[in-house]
């Protein structure tokens, strides 16, 4: 079972949702905040697909809800207030700018369980999830180098956070495996979701030279831009093929059911601690859609990298890297540590942007 609400003004109807039961015995209460619209076929998109997968999952033993369209700040306190007052049991917060609204709200809802997505911050009763999107942009790198004929990539991104430069600079390390003179050139949307933003990005990158279209964004704007002008792109946080079947060359995508279900059966059992989880390609959490658009050995040599990352044997940030301004970090042959991916705060060399403070 699953109540849906959209926006601040839903609170009447999460009062109501306190009060119910399966044919009178109590059931767990599952809900999630939704930065941007479940019809996004991106991020958010992916987070209620892995809540459709609780609903399967439990069956009348959970009862799901969300509410989607909050902004980061006041207007996400609000929500996920709500949502801990209506007898919600866990609470997923999906979005960067949550974390504090989160942990505010979690102090006055000690015995209400809380999970961030994509944060650094926990208390007792909040944890922080996340997965390695760095992974699959060091797919993507390789792929591109392999496919542009400019050997320049457009970059339409978000906030000047560590996950964000992090999937830049794992993008640009793989294109350089490829291409050592590969460069990527960046608009920031400053924004999430945002779909006019995001076509006028991909607009002017591909006017700069760009003929490869990459984005950390969450709409389907710019596969529709690289669909319409010719050009190829990559798909974010879920499989945007239908979107651009002549330009997708493959897309990274979440899946979070695994964990959803796990966390929820947490809370059922009364085991539910306060972790830190950062998940990948071993994992299942971070996958590929497939590859399209490509020739054949493109395409054998992108999933041997997979491959390779599952196991072991490849590592995005494996070093020495040399950073934009000609330092260079790492030991030969080894792994940044994950507080360095998870922190990073500047940009390999080969991109062309001013880093944001």
Same mark, same amino acid.
């Given at each position: 079972?699953?109540?849906?609400?959209?926006?601040?003004?839903? %609170?009447?109807?999460?009062?109501?949702?306190? %009060?119910?039961?399966?044919? /009178?015995?109590?059931?767990?209460?599952?809900?999630?905040?939704?930065? /941007?619209?479940?019809?996004? +076929? *991106?991020?958010?998109?992916?987070?209620?697909?892995?809540?459709?997968? !609780?609903? @399967?999952? #439990?069956?009348?033993?959970?009862?799901?809800?969300?509410?989607?369209?909050?902004?980061?700040?006041?207007?996400?306190?609000?929500?996920?207030?709500? #949502?801990?007052? &209506?007898?919600?049991? =866990?609470?997923?917060?999906?979005? +960067?700018?949550?974390?504090?609204?989160?942990?505010?709200?979690? $102090?006055?809802?000690?015995?209400?369980? +809380?999970?961030?997505?994509?944060?650094?911050?926990?208390?007792?009763?909040?944890?922080?999830?996340?997965?390695?999107?760095?992974?699959?942009?060091?797919?993507?790198?390789? =792929?591109?180098?392999?496919?542009? @004929?400019?050997?320049?990539?457009?970059?339409?991104?978000? +906030?000047? =956070?560590?996950?964000?430069?992090?999937?830049?600079?794992?993008?640009?390390?793989?294109?350089?495996?490829?291409?050592?003179?590969?460069?990527?050139?960046?608009?920031? !949307?400053?924004?999430?979701?945002?779909?006019?933003?995001?076509?006028?990005?991909? @607009? !002017?990158?591909?006017?700069?030279?760009?003929? =490869?279209?990459?984005?950390?964004?969450?709409?389907? %704007?710019?596969?529709?831009?690289?669909?319409?002008?010719?050009?190829?792109?990559?798909?974010?946080?879920?499989?945007?093929?239908?979107?651009?079947? @002549?330009?997708?060359?493959?897309?990274?995508?979440?899946?979070?059911?695994?964990? #959803?279900?796990?966390?929820?059966?947490?809370?059922?059992?009364?085991?539910?601690?306060?972790?830190?989880?950062?998940?990948?390609?071993?994992?299942?959490?971070? &996958?590929?859609?497939?590859?399209?658009?490509?020739?054949?050995?493109?395409?054998?040599?992108?999933?041997?990298?997979?491959?390779?990352?599952?196991?072991?044997?490849?590592?995005?940030?494996?070093?020495?890297?040399?950073?934009?301004?000609?330092?260079?970090?790492?030991?030969?042959?080894?792994?940044?540590?994950? *507080?360095?991916?998870?922190?990073?705060?500047?940009?390999?060399?080969?991109?062309?942007?001013?880093?944001? $403070?």
């Amino acid at each position: 079972m699953k109540t849906i609400w959209t926006g601040i003004a839903a %609170a009447a109807a999460m009062v109501a949702f306190s %009060a119910t039961t399966v044919q /009178g015995a109590a059931v767990t209460k599952a809900c999630w905040v939704y930065v /941007g619209s479940v019809g996004d +076929f *991106g991020w958010t998109y992916e987070h209620d697909q892995g809540r459709k997968e !609780v609903e @399967k999952h #439990f069956g009348k033993e959970v009862e799901t809800a969300y509410v989607e369209n909050i902004a980061e700040g006041p207007d996400a306190e609000r929500a996920i207030t709500r #949502f801990a007052r &209506s007898g919600c049991d =866990i609470i997923f917060t999906t979005s +960067f700018g949550y974390m504090e609204p989160t942990l505010k709200v979690a $102090k006055k809802f000690p015995n209400v369980k +809380f999970e961030h997505a994509t944060g650094y911050k926990t208390a007792k009763n909040v944890t922080s999830f996340n997965a390695k999107f760095h992974e699959g942009r060091y797919v993507s790198g390789q =792929i591109a180098a392999k496919m542009s @004929k400019t050997g320049v990539a457009g970059y339409i991104t978000s +906030f000047p =956070i560590p996950e964000v430069i992090a999937g830049i600079n794992a993008f640009m390390l793989g294109a350089q495996t490829v291409n050592p003179d590969f460069k990527i050139k960046i608009v920031w !949307v400053n924004s999430w979701f945002d779909p006019g933003k995001e076509a006028d990005a991909a @607009k !002017v990158l591909l006017s700069q030279g760009a003929d =490869i279209l990459v984005q950390h964004t969450d709409s389907t %704007a710019p596969m529709q831009i690289a669909q319409e002008q010719g050009k190829l792109a990559f798909g974010q946080a879920s499989d945007q093929y239908k979107f651009g079947p @002549k330009a997708q060359l493959t897309a990274i995508i979440d899946s979070w059911g695994p964990y #959803f279900i796990r966390r929820v059966q947490a809370v059922k059992d009364g085991t539910w601690k306060t972790e830190s989880s950062w998940d990948g390609m071993k994992e299942g959490t971070v &996958s590929m859609a497939p590859m399209t658009n490509m020739p054949a050995d493109v395409a054998e040599a992108a999933l041997k990298t997979i491959e390779g990352i599952k196991d072991g044997s490849v590592h995005p940030f494996t070093g020495p890297i040399t950073k934009q301004d000609g330092t260079v970090v790492g030991e030969a042959g080894k792994p940044l540590s994950d *507080g360095e991916i998870l922190g990073m705060k500047w940009y390999v060399k080969g991109v062309d942007d001013k880093l944001q $403070k």
